[in-house]
């Protein structure tokens, strides 16, 4: 969850430096309300990580962060999703969480997917582009020459969305052994559920 919590915060970031409205653990009001059981009488609004939008007459979009592992471990033996696979699986999960409950209507979603080794989801990455190309048009230095502007810009962005995937793995495995990682310098064994929940 520090993870994942870190690299929504580095996004909201991102946008505000671009010049984006950006606010962090939105209602979602126009999915409509959700039940979660059929008991339930009055359903509640999903929420999501982050609301943006550009300028006040400008659509408004919902941006949901995702950690996801590519390592399973079942009945004593590991499997490895493909390249992108895991991160893949995360952004359609993502789309299904965000459907239109009954009374509601579709809005712009958009799965900020990441596997905890560092790979991106598409939507992510097409993402991240979109807010440095803002970004680089909103300062008129920088529009001279957009292209080595952008590019600059992701060469800045990406390595630090990286350290902090690494550092949520590290809070994880130090979690393993009880916060002692760091005192010890010991070689973590970590219980395999503690992957599949912590980030």
Same mark, same amino acid.
């Given at each position: 969850m520090a993870g994942r919590n870190a690299l929504r915060d580095f996004w909201r970031s991102f946008y505000r430096?671009?010049?984006f409205r950006c606010e962090v653990e939105q209602l979602v009001p126009e999915l409509g309300l959700r039940r979660r059981c059929r008991r339930e009488a009055v359903g509640v609004a999903v929420v999501a990580d982050l609301r943006v939008a550009a300028n006040p007459g400008e659509g408004v979009k919902y941006l949901d962060v995702v950690v996801a592992h590519p390592v399973h471990h079942r009945a004593g033996g590991q499997t490895c999703d493909g390249r992108g696979v895991a991160a893949a699986r995360a952004e359609a999960e993502k789309l299904r969480a965000y459907a239109v409950n009954p009374g509601g209507q579709p809005v712009h979603i958009v799965p900020l997917a990441f596997e905890s080794y560092g790979r991106w989801g598409k939507a992510a990455e097409q993402e991240l582009k979109l807010?440095? /190309?803002?970004?680089?048009?909103s300062d008129p230095d920088s529009a001279l020459v957009p292209g080595a502007a952008v590019s600059a810009l992701l060469s800045r962005w990406r390595p630090e969305v990286f350290v902090t995937l690494l550092r949520g793995n590290f809070f994880v495995v130090e979690a393993a052994v009880g916060g002692g990682l760091r005192a010890t310098g010991a070689?973590? /064994?970590v219980r395999p559920e503690l992957w599949e929940v912590a980030v």
């Open positions: 430096d671009a010049g807010v440095a /190309r803002r970004q680089v048009l070689t973590p /064994r």
